[in-house]
């Protein structure tokens, strides 16, 4: 069971990267997916989720209107487009399941869970987007 970051890179300020999360060993379909970002000395934060029921969407303030969340399930897949970067979005991105079947995206999807995977307490490396200025 785990799900797999890319797509992060060195970008200049207004830039766009697009990330993957690919899942693999679990039923992909029936959870929702939150993207989540960790600066250095930071907590980590979370900036968007997808449901997988209705499609429910929720993005954090500080993103809205720049990222956009989406998924293929048949490729089991969570993306997030990044646009418009600005030194602030620097950090170590990761995507977690967040909910499952009829769960709807809020806030509280925002905030991280003990682990990346349903029913784990630990995290993959993530991939690492830097911005600069």
């Known amino acids: 069971v785990q799900l797999v970051e890319s797509g992060g890179g060195l970008v200049q300020v207004g830039g766009s990267l697009r990330l993957s999360c690919a899942a693999s060993g679990f039923t992909f379909d029936d959870y929702a997916i939150g993207w989540f970002r960790q600066a250095p000395g930071k907590e980590r934060e979370g900036v968007a989720c997808?449901?997988?029921?209705?499609?429910?969407?929720y993005y954090d303030d500080s993103v809205k209107g720049r990222f956009t969340i989406s998924r293929d399930n048949a490729a089991n897949t969570v993306y997030l487009q990044m646009n418009t970067l600005n030194p602030e979005d620097t950090a170590v991105y990761h995507c977690?399941?967040?909910?499952?079947?009829?769960?709807?995206?809020?806030?509280?999807?925002?905030?991280?869970?003990?682990?990346?995977?349903?029913?784990?307490?630990?995290w993959g490396p993530g991939t690492q987007v830097t911005v600069s200025s």
């Open positions: 977690a399941t967040v909910g499952y079947a009829e769960y709807e995206c809020t806030a509280r999807s925002l905030v991280p869970p003990p682990g990346a995977a349903p029913q784990s307490d630990s």
């Open positions: 997808i449901s997988s029921a209705d499609g429910s969407i």
